[in-house]
């Protein structure tokens, strides 16, 4: 497909996947999910902080535990959404395992960091073929 002319037909108002068929004929289709299982949600657009609470704290607390059971130095933490003292203590330490700013904030490169050894520790990877 050549960058031009699909540049040209999306200025003449073509979808992408009208694009695609263009170039490859009408067989192609998009296959869409609603949410896929397994894999970590993504960045919240916001740093997680002391006061912090629902799901994204709740989802980060919860890989930060599964990842104290390889690294032990991490404390385990209620899940519970909320973000107190003992998850900025978890994250801190976390931070300092792993070679980060210790601040205690989730801020992006800390989220994308657990997210990361998560998928590493609990082999999400593996699973999903």
């Given at each position: 497909?050549?960058q031009?002319?699909s540049?040209?037909?999306?200025?003449?108002?073509?979808t992408?996947i009208?694009?695609?068929?263009?170039y490859y004929?009408?067989?192609?289709?998009?296959n869409?999910?609603e949410?896929?299982?397994?894999?970590?949600?993504?960045?919240?657009?916001?740093?997680?902080?002391?006061?912090s609470?629902?799901?994204?704290v709740r989802?980060?607390?919860?890989?930060l535990?599964?990842?104290a059971?390889?690294?032990?130095?991490?404390?385990?933490i209620?899940?519970?959404?909320?973000?107190?003292q003992?998850?900025?203590d978890?994250v801190?330490t976390f931070?300092n395992v792993?070679?980060?700013?210790?601040?205690?904030?989730?801020?992006y490169?800390t989220?994308?960091?657990i997210?990361e050894?998560y998928?590493?520790?609990?082999?999400?990877?593996?699973?999903?073929?």
């Amino acid at each position: 497909m050549t960058q031009w002319g699909s540049k040209y037909l999306g200025d003449q108002g073509y979808t992408p996947i009208e694009i695609l068929r263009y170039y490859y004929g009408e067989s192609i289709y998009i296959n869409t999910a609603e949410q896929i299982s397994g894999i970590p949600a993504s960045w919240p657009g916001h740093d997680l902080t002391i006061g912090s609470t629902g799901d994204k704290v709740r989802q980060m607390q919860e890989q930060l535990n599964r990842i104290a059971k390889d690294y032990p130095s991490i404390p385990t933490i209620p899940v519970d959404g909320s973000f107190g003292q003992q998850t900025a203590d978890a994250v801190r330490t976390f931070q300092n395992v792993f070679g980060l700013g210790q601040t205690g904030i989730v801020d992006y490169p800390t989220w994308y960091k657990i997210s990361e050894i998560y998928v590493a520790v609990s082999r999400i990877a593996e699973l999903n073929p």
